[in-house]
């Protein structure tokens, strides 16, 4: 049996004798440097806002998260922009974008906003080559079924774009998160290519119950089973079972540079559910491949 990785030097040790490439890694976040250190800002408040402190593990200049990632080995990754108001979306695509130039372990990523003109910059987004879109619910505070999405969700269903979507009620409730808005969502576009952020916590029951239903929603697994997690919004080991039999729609995600824990007890927490070496090779690489078409 592999052992999990130690510390996150050892990560390439785990991945490798798991007979992988490297991580296919579907959370992780680059913003424009005002508004990194804005969110990071945020967290340094969070025993106001969430009554736990939440240290940032990786705060650290652009380049040397960039080198913290080519350690660790994770060879793809998207940038994760989101707004937070109206008038930012089609900059921080533009932005995001240029980011991604020249580094093909980028997954170009781009973002959206419940406003006029909102289908025209995601049309300019998909053409310029945007391969990921990220919506937060909380954040944004929008229902995600706001009649100014619909061209964007008509869109995005067609061309078949992974939308990573933070839209549980953790790690804080807002007015349209919960499995309720997402649900009326696919209810009116079913294809939509959604990935579940955080595992939906903490409604996960509900929003494995969304994966089991729809052809095309996944799950991403940030933060998903960590300590921290575990304290706060825990996982019925009951529904581990169910969590195998979704094997090829769960997917690896961190919520790097912003989480308050070494990168590697991601990895130790995914583990330690004891769902076997099948499911983390498709967890840590194998299903991210598949839904970016990455050569494995």
């Known amino acids: 049996m592999v052992r999990p990785p130690a510390d996150d030097a050892d990560v390439p040790r785990y991945w490798r004798e798991l007979g992988l490439p490297g991580l296919l890694d579907v959370h992780v976040h680059f913003l424009p440097e005002r508004v990194q250190a804005k969110v990071w800002e945020y967290f340094e408040a969070a025993g106001t806002h969430y009554g736990s402190d939440w240290p940032v593990a990786y705060a650290l200049p652009e380049d040397e998260r960039l080198a913290v990632l080519d350690r660790l080995g994770v060879r793809a990754f998207p940038t994760l922009p989101y707004p937070h108001k109206p008038g930012m979306a089609a900059w921080l695509n533009e932005w995001s974008a240029g980011f991604a130039a020249g580094r093909p372990q980028i997954l170009q990523s781009a973002t959206f906003y419940p406003e006029p003109g909102a289908d025209g910059y995601v049309a300019a987004a998909l053409d310029a080559g945007a391969r990921v879109f990220k919506v937060h619910v909380q954040v944004g505070s929008f229902d995600p079924r706001d009649a100014l999405l619909e061209d964007v969700w008509s ?40 990935i579940i952020a955080h595992l939906g916590m903490p409604e996960y029951r509900e929003f494995l119950d969304l994966a089991d239903r729809y052809e095309r929603v996944h799950l991403d697994t940030t933060m998903f089973a960590t300590d921290f997690t575990e304290r706060l919004m825990p996982f019925d080991p009951a ?4 969590l195998s039999a979704l094997r090829a729609k769960v997917l690896l995600g961190s919520d790097f540079p912003s989480i308050p824990y070494a990168y590697a007890h991601q990895l130790q927490a995914l583990h330690r559910l004891d769902l076997g070496e099948e499911w983390l090779r498709a967890v840590l690489w194998e299903n991210g491949a598949r839904l970016f078409g990455l050569e494995t």
């Not at 529904?239 to 169910?242: H, S």
């Open 239 to 242: 529904d581990r079972p169910r």
């Open 155 to 194: 869109r995005l269903e067609h061309s078949g774009t992974p939308v990573v979507i933070h839209c549980g009620s953790g790690p804080l409730a807002g007015e349209h998160t919960g499995p309720a808005p997402v649900t009326g969502l696919l209810e009116r576009f079913p294809r939509l290519q959604l």
